[in-house]
């Protein structure tokens, strides 16, 4: 037996490194190919400062010119472009317009993430237009300012500059509908054209939505898989009921809107809106509605036993996230349902409770959990031969959050992550599966 290591809970760096921040990268691997070097440059761009990237990337260009067609689609199928200071916006625009007219970026663009703390004018949507973006399947733009407002013409603009979108996911303050009657004969169609075509829509509308999320609602149609939903109910409503094949959604602003999973027989992935009213009785409501619904996080919604008693007839999940329990939540129940329905289990959270609950609950797992390879306890404490046993006892278990004493753990040479979890931690780890833009773009990370 050797002791496996035991880390602890680190924060991935953001795709928007602090200013001063340099990305490690590796040194060359002999025989590398020239599109691999430039990938890993192009990572490393990740890490530099707003001069920085104004005086590189000038001399990148100019280096790469002459041998950069054989490998202009390997780098530029999934751009990654970062606008780390307010006063680069414009420079941002000549950049991408620059790289378009040396390299023909744009005929190679297949997903986009445009992640940007800056204001986000018009000459954005028109930049994309003139780019001519024939390939680009996947776009992704998160703007942090808080003056940032994105408006329907501008999301009509970019469907009709690259008519195969079939993924986009914006991050706005605001989301304006149109302001002009002239607007309707004009883009509303490429809107609507642009919409039906989505497999993948979230729109994360940061202050209270307008009615400009009812004309978008409006025009999903049956190719929609994955959906952030958001808007007036009525809106939501109609969304699904055009909407067959839905399969993962997440919330926006409005709590009330749990009211349209009653209508998405299809759904296999769900988080819920926090502080349900009702949660009790529309709890097994949404179970029975959704047959074939795998992956669960019920948010900041309290599950009672009636709660554990409904889960236990349904079919058995991959995911539950459960972080919140009534007061007389009993033990009984949660122990019932793991026995029952735990044989595909592979990420769980329980509701945080004190050590004899939790080692009880702890060899539950260890006889009805064999897939499990993330348990969280919350902050309740679990007792050493309790997390022992059950790194002995489960192969795939790679994380155990939960409150104990330090020391060495024993087990079979394999990296388990062992303490307490932040909440920003959990939300990532714990977070529903669903479609990635850059698998529906057919390419990879950088």
Not at 57 to 76: D, G, H, I, R, T
Not at 310 to 319: D, M, R, T, V, Y
Request: include cysteine; charged fraction near 20%; hydrophobic fraction near 45%.
């Amino acid at each position: 037996m050797t002791q496996p290591s035991i880390t602890p809970y680190s924060h991935p760096d953001p795709p928007h490194a602090p200013a001063g921040h340099v990305a490690p990268t590796s040194p060359p691997i002999p025989g590398s190919t020239m599109p691999d070097l430039l990938r890993d440059l192009f990572r490393s761009t990740r890490g530099w400062t707003g001069a920085e990237r104004r005086r590189n990337l000038s001399q990148f260009m100019l280096v790469c010119k002459l041998w950069f067609n054989p490998a202009a689609e390997a780098l530029w199928e999934s751009p990654y472009v970062v606008g780390a200071e307010r006063s680069w916006a414009a420079t941002l625009l000549k950049c991408l317009q620059s790289m378009n007219s040396a390299f023909q970026f744009g005929a190679f663009a297949r997903h986009l993430h445009l992640l940007l703390p800056v204001r986000w004018p018009e000459p954005y949507g028109q930049t994309l237009r003139s780019m001519r973006c024939p390939n680009l399947r996947s776009l992704k733009i998160e703007l942090e300012d808080a003056d940032f407002t994105c408006s329907l013409e501008l999301l009509a603009v970019i469907f009709k500059a690259c008519p195969l979108l079939v993924a986009i996911d914006v991050v706005s303050m605001f989301i304006f509908p149109p302001e002009s009657r002239s607007w309707e004969a004009e883009l509303a169609m490429q809107l609507r054209r642009g919409i039906s075509r989505l497999r993948l829509l979230r729109i994360h509308v940061k202050n209270p939505p307008t009615g400009a999320l009812r004309h978008i609602n409006e025009s999903i149609s049956p190719a929609l898989e994955q959906w952030h939903a958001d808007g007036p109910l009525d809106s939501q409503i109609l969304a699904v009921a055009q909407a067959p094949n839905l399969k993962r959604v997440t919330f926006g602003t409005f709590s009330d809107s749990a009211v349209i999973l009653l209508h998405t027989p299809a759904l296999r992935s769900v988080r819920l809106p926090d502080r349900i009213e009702g949660f009790a009785a529309f709890f097994p409501s949404l179970l029975a509605a959704c047959p074939l619904l795998d992956q669960l996080d019920l948010a900041r919604n309290e599950v009672d036993g009636d709660g554990f008693d409904a889960l236990g007839k349904h079919q058995p999940l991959e995911l539950l996230r459960a972080r919140e329990g009534s007061n007389d939540l009993p033990i009984e129940a949660v122990a019932e349902y793991l026995t029952r329905r735990g044989s595909r289990l592979r990420r769980l959270t329980l509701p945080m409770r004190y050590s004899p609950w939790n080692d009880h609950i702890a060899d539950v797992l260890v006889a009805s959990a064999p897939r499990l390879a993330i348990a969280d306890f919350g902050w309740g404490f679990v007792s050493r031969r309790s997390i022992q046993n059950m790194i002995d006892a489960l192969p795939d278990l790679a994380v155990v959050a939960a409150r104990l004493d330090s020391g060495p753990f024993i087990g079979s040479g394999r990296q388990i992550r062992v303490g307490l979890m932040s909440q920003a931690e959990g939300d990532r780890l714990m977070e529903p599966k669903g479609l990635d833009g850059l698998d529906l773009a057919g390419v990879g990370a950088l």
